[in-house]
């Protein structure tokens, strides 16, 4: 007897541990970049610790055989179609200019994880897989959503940024071009924008949202039908049917905007309370470091080594008049005219180096990650942005008291030295962004855990399409009533016409009545 009541307690404490049925996830997060990565894993983790087993589709594993139900196909092969110079194209092209000239790159991404070996065993008609779920970064990969379909499963997305305009779009979210937060607009975030500034987004916004709904949409299209059969459903409808998306944005760094209910805001989820140690050298730099350090990264895909020569020596030259340690992010393998207070690594463990207390300066490229991480540790920060939402990052941090933006193309010593000094300096930067920290860990939950909770939500109910707005189903010249501001201005401007039409032909007449009773009486006075 005592035995079967062990057994019955055992399974209790199970089921309590673990409220929502194991599930099989697939995930498929396709963008080469580690601090894309390092978001979507922060969740495949924590999921897999409830004990879900999920198969993740990633350009970076873990490649940690101890981890129990979870397996990596590994794409990282997509490295080769995204190894850009991402310095010299943001200065030839906008960011949107740059992805509607990107296509065959996508859907060349597209091809090469549907004809991967390994994903392809999985979603093939006879492999007898199955799964609960589709967790798919939703950035450019429309194609992708055809896995939900092959296993009948609903779909979650997640982005690791800002939204673009398409995911607004397919969500139903109100598109806003005249507003701040979004990619590579005109405009900051400190004040309002001007009639041109707003006209020009506006007519870039339905530009790119014309081509990425017909250009490359239908050729994601053709590549679906291409590993999916000729009867594949509209990608359109498949996208705006997506039960929810995770976006990776915290209100205090982010701007507000209205919000369909499917939108779920994540973030921090890479943000780690335990340090990875430093080399012995590297820590012994910065712990003598007793008048202060500044640390600069431009992150995992701008990279300091492509700046121009012009560039760089304005920031070595920079760099050698400041009294502090310098801690430089540089990829190649010499520094040309390097100073003896500046220290150049090809990698550098970034959560521990901003934990350093000796840390004044944090000088980056503006990603969201690399913010996030900033605002974490307290640290002020100089950004200097590339592209992508990396624009709207530091405008934002700009307007909050927590950092200088400088142009990365046009940057100068003179300049670079009088924001590093200011902010050093300026006490009012540290303790802004010390308030700053504390007001973005001030949460009513966990977002890590809701997220959990959210997925769980969505594999017990099979999809979530309460949560679906009626207008992701409307036409775009219905979502905020352009049809019926056009049919009301039309009938004022007809009314109007044919008021002043009659009003037109009165006055002729009074006139031509008046110039007759005015002959009359000229006449009888002649008479």
Known sequence: MSRHLITATLIVIVVLSHPGCAARILGVFPFPSLSHQIVFRGLTLALRERGHELVVVTPNPINDRTLKNYTEIDVSFLYQHLSLDWITLAKKYTWYEFVMKSTPIHSAMTEGILSHPELQKLYEPESGESFDLLLCETLRWPALLLLAKRFNIPTIGITSLYPPHQLHYQLGNPIMPSHPPYWNMKGTAVGKLTF??????FVATWRYLHHYRTTYTQEQQE???????????????????????????????SFARPNVPNIIDIGGFHISDQRKPLSKDLQRILDEATQG???MSLGSNAKSASLTNKTRDEFVAAFSKIPYTVIWKFEDDRLPGQPENVHVMKWIQQQSILAHPNLKVFIY???????????????????????????SNVDKIVSLGVGKKLDIFSVDRFGL??????IVRDDSYKQNMLKLRDLIKDKPYDTLKNA??????????????HLHSTTADDPWYQRQDMDLMFITSTAIWIAFSITLGVLHKLLTYSIYFLNQQHLIRKKEKVY
């Not at 959990?452 to 399409?465: F, L, N, Q, S, Y």
Request: proline fraction near 6%; aromatic fraction near 12%.
């Open 196 to 201: 041109w500034q707003r006209l020009y987004n």
């Open 223 to 253: 590549i679906a039908r291409k590993y999916f059969g000729n009867d594949v459903p509209d990608l359109g409808d498949l996208e705006k049917n997506v039960s929810l998306v995770f976006v990776n944005q915290q209100a205090p760094i």
């Open 293 to 295: 350090f500044i640390y």
């Open 365 to 391: 490229q503006g990603g969201l990650q690399s913010t996030e991480e900033a605002v974490s540790h307290a640290v002020p920060v100089i950004g200097l942005p590339v592209f992508c939402d990396q624009e």
């Open 417 to 422: 030295m009088e924001a590093i000094h200011s």
């Open 452 to 465: 959990v909770w959210w997925t769980e939500h969505v594999i017990r109910h099979k999809g979530a399409p």
